[in-house]
């Protein structure tokens, strides 16, 4: 199993290209551990949490398509299991060249129940990213302060 490590980075908003660069990396280094006899599709995620520690998740497929878990659900589920609600950026990895790998719909929504304004560096395996925030990803978005608004 994965250990938890930790990225020392004194930013808090911006990352240094240092952190990035390693954020993507254990990405990639997550994808390797992906399940996907189906696809053959790897994904891996490297989420940063506010202590700079990194938690990382890859895609774990099932027979029963609908009940596989993407790599960006599995990393923040692994972090919310350990105490973290809120998140710094996430990256993530997959095996395509020509374009950046970008978290499915259901990712995104998931991302955005723990914040609207943190950021998401999409890579291809040449390490080059494409930053994002979970806005961006997901604008106009629903949130858990949406069920807390004035109904009829």
Known sequence: MDKVTHIKDQGSRHLSQETVKELIHQSQEAKKQ???PYSKFRVGAA???????V???CNVENACY???LCAER???SRAVSEGYRTFKAIAIASDLSDQFISPCGG???FMREFGSSWDVYLSKPDGSTLKMTVDELLPVSFGPQDLSMKKV
């Open 55 to 57: 938690i990382t998740g």
């Open 74 to 76: 599995n990393a923040i």
């Open 34 to 36: 992906a399940y996907c």
């Open 107 to 109: 990712c995104r929504q």
């Open 47 to 53: 989420l940063l949490t506010p202590d700079n520690s």
């Open 66 to 68: 609908n009940l596989g």
